[in-house]
């Protein structure tokens, strides 16, 4: 079986933050998760998606990675 570590999408994209409220609710589901011990894979679809939110999703994808958390974004791999 593949290793979510050994997939790698197929270009880097920068980073655009999401809305401080956001941002802060992100937070907080990661730390409760982190304090409790539950194990998270974050998952996002693969959807028509544009530029803007690729690089939000990227944004997101960083914060959850600070937390030890695996994000897959399966727009990386079906749309390109």
């Known amino acids: 079986?593949?290793?979510l570590s050994e997939i790698v999408p197929?270009?880097?994209l920068k980073k655009r933050?999401?809305?401080k409220a956001s941002e802060q609710e992100?937070?907080?589901v990661l730390k409760k998760c982190k304090e409790e011990n539950i194990p998270v894979l974050f998952l996002a679809t693969p959807f028509s998606i544009r530029k803007t939110n690729q690089e939000k999703m990227a944004y997101v994808k960083k914060i959850i990675?600070?937390?030890?958390?695996?994000f897959l974004d399966c727009n990386q791999y079906f749309y390109h």
């Open 26 to 28: 992100l937070h907080s």
């Open 65 to 70: 990675k600070e937390y030890g958390f695996p």
């Open 10 to 12: 197929k270009k880097k």
């Open 1 to 3: 079986p593949i290793e």
């Open 17 to 19: 933050p999401i809305s």
